[in-house]
């Protein structure tokens, strides 16, 4: 085993360290899947972008769309309209 010293705003710390508690995990351990995962999948496991944050043109979002119109096309995506109160209803 070995140490390794990272720099973070301490708000991130106590807020991170908040939610790997409520998760169960510690904050050696989230870090250690975090590099588990790098390494299993030799990159970084999520995206990384400086573009604004668009979601709808996302490449995951474009890829959904595009398994959408395929379904359409297919016949296989059937729509169903429910008004407002049935929506409500199946909240119960």
């Known amino acids: ?9 301490n708000n991130d710390k106590i807020e991170f360290a908040r939610i ?5 995990l510690s904050v050696s351990t989230a870090f250690n899947v975090f590099v588990k995962t790098v390494i299993k999948e030799e990159k ?3 995206e990384l972008s400086a573009r604004d944050r668009d979601d709808f043109y996302s490449e995951a979002n ?8 395929r379904l359409d096309d297919a016949g296989q995506l059937h729509f169903v309209t429910k008004t407002w109160e049935e929506l409500k209803a199946m909240e119960k």
């Open 20 to 24: 790997c508690e409520k998760i169960g």
């Open 62 to 69: 474009i890829r959904h769309l595009e398994e959408l119109k």
């Open 44 to 46: 970084i496991p999520f």
């Open 1 to 9: 085993m070995t140490n390794i010293t990272i720099r973070l705003d």
